[in-house]
Structure formats: structure tokens, C-alpha cells
């Protein structure tokens, strides 16, 4: 290989490289705005098919979770508070899930929703299924807890994909369930930071 | 390797689906088919996506096939191929939002496959347009083809279920949805289409 082979090659990587990061730069540019906008939407629909009986859901604080940064929500129906939205990360088998928790002003259960996640296709992503979220209606704190039997008092974990399910129940749903009790009920509302052993 | 000059494009085309197929016959591309293909819907929009991704990635590489140095061929292939992706998946998340939910996880899994390289070193940095077009037609379809098959295989026998809707009341093996089990799918509906084709290729012998 002589000296403008080298260059010869040299030249064409950058060139191809040059011309395809800007190909991305220009699509990204384009499609960003209109991808955040989709997910903002995607949040406040969200929000309103897990509490569809609330007039105003308002942002009440943020917190973490795994590292994560986490929103929590009241819902208010009538300048009277109806429940809770919370938002928090169960770390399950391949991916950390994000998952919004509808509460009631009783802290049971009433919805949760799985926004997105990383789990194995066709065993993990089962916790996106009706069957599966059904299950979480009405349990309180000390019912969030995966049995492989069959079970309606608590929750019966997808059969191959019991890491998934205990992610979101036992991690997810459990700690942003118990970070709500403690802020709301016993802090009197506010952003305190939640620590997260 | 198939001689662009003597061969049409039906053949080409046809070439990617039986006599090429990518996982019965080349045996390409197995892990992620595996991963995906323990239910109908998963196989189907996988297939969808290597199709559209293959066709895009030959075109373009038989386009520029002329000013690529061979020394690093393999560096911009893999641009292509990864730039199509992102820009697929950008473009699928910004105007069709629901479709993306579904489908974002397979398109972003796509850089990763050696079929979709393999293609475009073997066939199209040789060949002009028009037959990598073909090419890469009868390529996505054959794999949209054997994923159809597997996932369809899989649900059903696994699960009891088909696109998700409950066909029988029980999961008759349970195995056939977890990776081992790919596996199996994988081994018998290879060598069912093998002695298909077998079977066929000595018919079309002896009746001449």
C-alpha cells in the first residue's frame, strides 16, 4: 500500500462519513421537535386515560428513582382531590420500566400504565397487557406482591416472565406507591427527595 | 453467485425467497430472528422492517458501488445500513407515532443483522440498480416469508393464540415461546422446508 492509497482511503471514509452524519443531522433536526412534541402529547393522554374521572391533573413534584428523574401529579375534580398519578422505573430484566401509577385519595391502586420499556418481545412485554395491569386495581401497599399461583389477592406473576412482573409490581408500582404515602400523606405534599436503597 | 447478466429479475427475485432464503437456507441471521419470533405479530412487523431496510440499503449501495474503496467497503456499508435505520426510525417516530410504539424496538434491532450485510457485500457492491432492487425485494420478502412462518408456528403452538387472539384455551408448550424452543421451531421448520423443496427439485427432474 503506497502513501495515496492511504490518502485515497483516507479521503472517501471521511467524505461518506461527513455526508451521512449530515443526512442524520438534517433528519434529526427535522423529525426532534415533532418526536418531542408526540411524546408530550403521548404523557398528557396518558395522564387522562389513567384518571379519566379527574377535571385537572396538575404536576405536584419531582423525584427519583434508580437514578432516574420521576414526576408525580394530583387530580383534582372539582377543586376536590380525587387521587394521585406518580411516575416511576421498576429495573426489570433487560431495560428499566417506565411506568405511571394511578392512585387513589385512599393510595389503593386504581390504574397503572406501562409507557415504555426494554423487556424481552413476547415474554416481558406481556406486562403491557390488559390481563396483566387489570390485576393492580384496588391493591393497596401491602397487596403489591408477585405470587407465582394463581391469585386474586395479590398479583400473579406472567408465567416466563417473572422478573418483568416483579419489576413493575414489586419495584415500580411498590415504591412509587410507598414515596406517595410518605410525601403526600405524612410530609404534607412537597418535593423531598427520595431515597432509594 | 447468481450471474446479474444471465439471470432475470423474477429469478432474482425469487432466488432471495427459496433457493436463498435467508434463515431456512442460509442459516443467517438466527439470533435476533429467534428473539422476536415467539408471536405472530412480533414476526410480521419484524419481516416488514428487514424488507424495507434491505431494499433501501441495496439500492443505495449498488449506487455508489463505483466510488467505495475496497479496502473499506465494510465501514460504509455499515453507515448505510445504520444510517437507514436511524433515519427510518426518526422519520417513524415523528409521523406516525402509534405505528413507531409498536415497531421501534425491531427497526433499531436491524443494525445488527448479518443477513442485510451479507447482501450488500455479496450481491449489490456487484451489481447495478436494478437487479439489487430485485435482489433485495425477493431477500426481505423470503425473510418476512420464514418469520411469518416461525412466528406463526410459535404462538400458535406455544401460546394457543394468534395475533395475540386466543385460538385454544390452554398454552400446549409452554417451550416453544421461550429462546430454547426457538430453537426447535427454528430446526424443524428448516428441515420441513428443506425436504419440501428436496422433494420438489427431484419432481421437476424427473418429469423432464
Known amino acids: ?197 | 453467485m447468481s450471474n446479474t447478466s444471465t439471470t432475470s429479475l423474477k429469478e432474482l427475485f425469487l432466488n432471495g425467497i427459496i433457493k436463498e432464503n435467508t434463515i431456512f437456507k442460509l442459516a443467517l441471521s438466527l439470533c435476533p430472528s429467534i428473539a422476536v419470533t415467539n408471536n405472530l405479530k412480533n414476526g410480521v412487523f419484524m419481516g416488514l422492517a428487514v424488507l424495507f431496510v434491505q431494499f433501501m440499503v441495496n439500492i443505495t449501495i449498488s449506487l455508489i458501488r463505483k466510488v467505495i474503496h475496497p479496502k473499506v467497503r465494510l465501514p460504509i456499508f455499515m453507515l448505510v445500513i445504520s444510517g437507514w435505520v436511524t433515519v427510518t426510525s426518526m422519520v417513524m417516530a415523528a409521523f406516525v407515532p402509534d405505528v413507531y410504539a409498536k415497531v421501534g424496538l425491531y427497526i433499531q434491532l436491524i443494525v445488527a443483522f448479518a443477513s442485510i450485510l451479507a447482501r450488500a457485500e455479496m450481491f449489490a457492491s456487484k451489481s447495478s440498480v436494478l437487479p439489487s432492487m430485485a435482489d433485495g425485494l425477493g431477500m426481505g420478502v423470503g425473510f418476512l416469508f420464514a418469520l411469518t412462518v416461525i412466528s406463526f408456528f410459535r404462538e400458535l403452538v406455544g401460546k394457543g393464540s394468534l395475533w395475540g387472539m386466543q385460538i385454544v384455551d390452554t398454552k400446549p408448550l409452554l417451550i416453544m415461546i421461550l429462546p430454547a424452543g426457538g430453537f426447535f421451531a427454528v430446526g424443524i421448520l428448516m428441515a420441513a422446508f428443506n425436504w419440501i423443496d428436496s422433494r420438489y427439485r427431484k419432481g421437476a427432474a424427473s418429469s423432464r
Open chain 1, 1 to 197: 500500500m503506497t502513501g495515496r492509497d492511504i490518502l485515497k482511503i483516507t479521503v472517501t471514509l471521511v467524505v461518506f462519513y461527513v455526508i451521512g452524519g449530515f443526512i442524520l443531522a438534517f433528519v434529526y433536526a427535522k423529525a426532534s421537535p415533532m418526536i418531542y412534541r408526540n411524546n408530550e402529547e403521548a404523557e398528557k393522554r396518558a395522564l387522562k386515560g389513567l384518571m379519566p374521572q379527574a377535571e385537572d391533573i396538575s404536576k405536584l413534584g419531582d423525584w427519583s428513582i434508580h437514578d432516574k428523574h420521576a414526576k408525580y401529579f394530583i387530580a383534582k375534580k372539582g377543586g376536590e382531590t380525587v387521587g394521585y398519578i406518580i411516575q416511576s422505573f421498576g429495573k426489570g430484566y433487560s431495560s428499566y420500566i417506565n411506568t405511571f401509577i394511578a392512585v387513589d385519595k385512599d393510595f389503593k391502586v386504581q390504574k397503572i400504565n406501562i409507557l415504555s420499556h426494554g423487556e424481552t418481545p413476547g415474554l416481558g412485554d406481556e406486562i403491557e397487557a390488559d390481563s396483566f395491569r387489570n390485576q393492580f386495581r384496588d391493591k393497596d401497599l401491602e397487596h403489591l406482591k408477585v405470587l407465582k399461583t394463581e391469585t386474586k389477592e395479590y398479583i400473579q406473576a406472567i408465567s416466563g416472565a417473572t422478573i418483568s412482573s416483579r419489576a413493575v409490581t414489586e419495584d415500580a408500582v411498590k415504591n412509587g406507591v410507598a414515596f406517595l404515602i410518605k410525601t403526600v400523606k405524612e410530609g404534607g405534599g412537597g418535593d423531598v427527595k427520595h431515597e432509594h436503597n
